[in-house]
């Protein structure tokens, strides 16, 4: 019992060490120096299987969910209250944040809304925090999207991106909500994104927001042929849906 | 009376004695006799140190690390020459009104756990291990000491009043932290000179600390007031409602419509 409570205090404080010390966006003097992005994956080989008392957590970032109907998002740490959000999301979803940097009992967290890129500081009692191992990285120029686990790239995908009349937005975002859509044109998946359309301002009744989702029009997977949002085939949605979480990074290039 | 009884009896009797003073000490409670407790959420509340209903009354240079409010109130006094440090002062605005209604939360959450051992009266003197204990009118004239881990959580649920003595102390070993120790309180409390005070505090009616007293934690009163007087009321940081960060689950899709950008 002594072992097992020693075992999981140590696998704890190697994940908090990890979050605090660099394995998420870096931090120096309290400055987020860059967005939060995973750093390329070194050369070393992936280690073999090794006991789970001295396995590394290597999180790519941390999730941050809301444990109560609303949550305020202030301007910095114990400063004013500019933002109150529902939990959960319009669509459903439980209030999901990607965190940026903690502080003295604060996070800095990316927000789900408008305007692309926004943070706030939330207080860490109000979430529970959870570590990612997944990220994804898109390219517009090749309509590619790429799946890495722990900083190992799993698998590149084929996809539409938007038009030039319909761009969709680069930077480094976050996905907010997965629906099972009842309405056509979206596959069987659909992720949202912490990214909005710098064109369209609404769309289908929405406010813009970006989505990685199925389609039925398989034919404009690898081209430059959405409103904006990300497509793939429904078989590679419903793989992606199986096993990423709310708040996963997505880098769009 | 045969020797060999005589040192049976001894033996017997000293065994006893053993066991009776090890159970007025250290009162069972590990988390292997029972489910580990899952920690308070507190939501909005977490954020504040002091958190009122009516009033929140001040005298002297009381330090308050975190946010302070009141709602349905108006009243926030002593502040200067009081300081409002890592917080803000909200009065009866949207935050304040979110966190008394997530202390409402809090509070029957804590009142409704189930109790490790009940009838506790006075602490004093006792070596508690995690978990949830229950009595009317708590106090503590000495020194309680809370022994666990980091993320092992102590529930203290009085059906009445809860006071603390002059130079009384709550001390935590082991790791044990303020960020999971919870006080339901169905009065008040009362914290007296010079108390040295740990964890959050959920009183239905009212709060007051003495001069001198000092808590890491939160003074929390649900409808009526929280007074103060030369204290140091510093709210725990690096608290997170799960504990140590744990790793994210594949979301669950949610049925409808869809409309993003496509």
Known sequence: MLGARLASVLVAVMVTSSLLTGCGPVVQDGVTLGTPSPSRPSKTPVAAPVPPIAAPVLAIGTAATATSPRISVRVKPGGAVNLSLANPRPSGAQLTFLVVQSIDGWVEVNLPDRPNGSRGWIDSSAVSLHTLEYDLRVSTQQNTLTLYRNNTLEKTYSVATGTGGTPTPRGSFYLTELLAPTNAGYGPYAFGLSAYSEVLTSFGGGPGQIGLHGTDDSGSIGKSASHGCIRMTNADITALASVLPLGTPITIE | ?262
């Open chain 2, 1 to 262: 009376m045969t020797t060999s009884s005589r040192r049976i009896s001894t033996s017997l009797f000293v065994s006893l004695g053993l066991v009776a003073v090890l159970s007025l000490t250290v009162v069972p409670g590990t988390p292997s006799a029972n489910a580990a407790e899952s920690p308070v959420g507190l939501g909005n509340a977490g954020s504040f140190a002091v958190l009122g209903a009516e009033t929140v009354t001040n005298t002297g240079p009381t330090i308050v690390s975190g946010d302070l409010g009141v709602n349905a109130g108006s009243a926030v006094t002593g502040f200067p020459p009081g300081i409002v440090s890592n917080g803000s002062v909200h009065i009866t605005d949207t935050l304040s009104a979110l966190a008394q209604k997530d202390l409402v939360t809090a509070y029957n959450d804590a009142a409704g756990r189930a109790p490790t051992k009940s009838g506790l009266v006075a602490l004093d003197g006792l070596t508690l291990t995690p978990g949830v204990y229950s009595g009317g009118a708590l106090s503590l004239g000495g020194t309680l000491t809370l022994n666990g881990g980091a993320s092992d959580v102590f529930i203290f649920q009085a059906s009445s009043t809860l006071i603390t003595g002059s130079g009384s102390k709550v001390l935590l070993t082991g790791g044990a932290s303020e960020c999971n120790v919870f006080w339901q309180v169905a009065s008040s409390a009362t914290l007296e000179t010079g108390s040295a005070f740990v964890g959050t505090v959920m009183a239905l009616t009212s709060v007051s600390a003495a001069t001198g007293a000092t808590v890491s934690g939160r003074l929390l009163a649900r409808n009526g007031g929280v007074t103060l007087d030369n204290n140091k009321i510093i709210r725990p940081t690096s608290c997170s409602t799960s504990g140590s960060p744990t790793p994210a689950t594949p979301a669950t899709p949610v049925p409808g419509r869809a409309r993003f950008t496509g």
